[in-house]
């Protein structure tokens, strides 16, 4: 079991980063730590500890409630749908730090308003020191980048959005 200053220093190390997500497993169990704004990741695991840093840091603190968006005009999510019916999602298949470019001084593999095609080379992401280089998935035209170069990027996080 983790000692109550152990996830304390965790919970300051995450807050202190870009990290929106902790995930530790060992002998002493398993611990995850998720930023208040991260998206929630279920996972069913025996000896599984989920604190968040607010629960942690500040015990004492009245709970908030979160803010409810208002809801749009019923037309709104069958336009927003068709509008983004023709858009493809480039996301990161691992969790690592993206970069835009093979090196600093080189420019960016693509750039929004470029064509791709399928195994274009849009990007690298950095995991374990090890270069993954990302490939579109599809043709068509790069719309928008979605992450910065530099930024550590999650599993499943949209890096692309591209036009087909």
Known sequence: MYKLNE?????RLVDSTSIQ???IE???GKISIRKPDAPAIHVAAPQTAAVSAQ????P?????AAPQPSA????????????NADLHPIVSPMVGTFYAAPSPDAPPFVKAGDA?????????????????????EVSGQIVEVLAQNGQLVEYGQPLFLVKR
């Open 116 to 136: 791709v095609k399928e195994k274009t080379i849009v990007c690298i992401v950095e995991a374990m020191k090890l270069m993954n280089e990302i490939e579109a």
């Open 7 to 11: 996830i304390k220093e965790l919970i």
């Open 60 to 64: 004492a603190a009245p709970a908030q």
């Open 55 to 58: 629960q942690l840091l500040a």
């Open 26 to 28: 060992n002998e002493n």
């Open 21 to 23: 997500h902790l995930e």
């Open 72 to 83: 749009p005009p019923a037309s709104a999510p069958a336009a927003a749908e068709e509008r």
